[in-house]
């Protein structure tokens, strides 16, 4: 029985998922919106989250150790600590918003839009 398991099945393999959600990761970091399906909206969104709270870290070394880490990008890692994080001081969470757009055409896939607040 699968009761509360919230795992998403992203692309063929592990790594394909792993590096798809490090990617739409890093393009929500830059650009600050994102068009994508539900499920792989649904696995960046706390990883996002998590990296801005880490930004937010009173100890930036250990933080950009562990954005640059995670993101591998230069641009998103400094973007996330010097603007970001200070963005955020005063929130402690949602700072990552989803919002249904449409089905799209071809596949019926539930696309949504994913956005820094």
């Not at 393999?13 to 929500?28: A, P």
């Not at 990883?47 to 880490?69: F, M, Q, W, Y």
Request: net charge positive.
């Amino acid at each position: 029985m699968r009761h509360g398991v919230k795992k998403v099945k992203l692309g063929s393999d592990r790594d394909h998922g792993r590096s798809m959600v490090k990617n739409i990761s890093i393009d929500l970091i830059i650009h600050e919106k994102v068009k994508t399906i539900a499920g792989r909206a649904q696995a960046v969104m706390p990883l996002v989250e998590k990296l801005i709270g880490v930004a937010k870290r009173p100890n930036k070394t250990l933080a950009i150790k562990h954005i640059s880490k995670a993101l591998n990008h230069e641009n998103a890692s400094k973007k996330l600590i010097e603007v970001l994080a200070k963005r955020y001081e005063g929130k402690n969470s949602g700072y990552v918003r989803k919002t249904f757009l449409k089905y799209r055409k071809g596949d019926n896939a539930h696309l949504v839009l994913i956005e820094l607040v």
